[in-house]
């Protein structure tokens, strides 16, 4: 009975999670969208405010949530976050991290963009030219790292795996350190490029071709970290 009653309401946050991550997931559009108030959820659900508050604090940790006190519980999108805020501690040495960061993407990139040749919709190719755009026109190094990190979730978006997307976006706040090592010492120009080659095999559906540009683009960006930052690639 005592051990009845200490696994009862741990199953029950569990299945209030899981009732709220079904109601996030539901259809949606560009707008923010905010869920009901902890009294409301608390009746529609059938269940206490106090299941109901441990459950959206848990939504909260795994990035589906945020709750802002004052305001409401607002949906996002930040799953990734998690792993965001561990890696510093996980791997304090930054020139270490940026060189595991290298490894990863070497392990996972050219697969998305493999995949997002075969997969992307003629929308989300013409997503990728804009991006690419946008990237030649980008003021300043701060515009064009965002606009670099951008090009690479919609690609792994294009590719069809969800997962791929997520890890990208669990990444995103040292790839922001690595670019600001590579854009920020060599210019965007070598991306611009890069990224050109990219863009090119999946507008032509050439799986192979956008595997191996995707490849030459990450080992590229991993010799841009270790020149010195009055270098260039044009001085080497």
Do not use: Y
Request: glycine share 6%.
């Amino acid at each position: 009975m005592t051990t009845n009653a200490v696994h009862r309401p741990t199953s029950l946050v569990e299945g209030v999670c899981r009732e709220l991550a079904d109601l996030i997931r539901g259809p949606s559009s560009d707008e923010e969208r905010w869920l009901p108030g902890e009294r409301s959820l608390a009746e529609q659900l059938g269940v206490s405010r106090t299941v109901v508050r441990e459950a959206t604090k848990r939504l909260e940790q795994q990035g589906l949530l945020e709750i802002q006190h004052g305001a409401g519980i607002k949906v996002v999108d930040k799953l990734h976050r998690p792993l965001n805020g561990s890696l510093s501690i996980l791997i304090p040495n930054e020139t270490d991290r940026l060189r595991q960061l290298n490894e990863a993407r070497l392990a996972i990139e050219p697969e998305s963009a493999r995949l997002a040749a075969v997969r992307a919709t003629a929308a989300q190719i013409k997503g990728l030219r804009a991006l690419h755009q946008s990237l030649t026109k980008a003021a300043d190094n701060d515009a064009a790292i965002q606009i670099d990190l951008e090009f690479h979730r919609a690609l792994a978006e294009a590719s069809g795996n969800l997962i791929f997307r997520l890890i990208l976006d669990s990444l995103a706040e040292v790839g922001q350190a690595s670019r600001r090592r590579t854009i920020g010492r060599v210019g965007k120009e070598a991306a611009i490029s890069q990224h050109a080659a990219i863009l090119a095999a999946v507008e032509k559906h050439d799986p192979a071709a956008a595997e191996t540009a995707m490849r030459h683009h990450i080992v590229a960006a991993g010799e841009d970290m270790q020149l010195e930052p009055a270098r260039s690639r044009t001085a080497k």
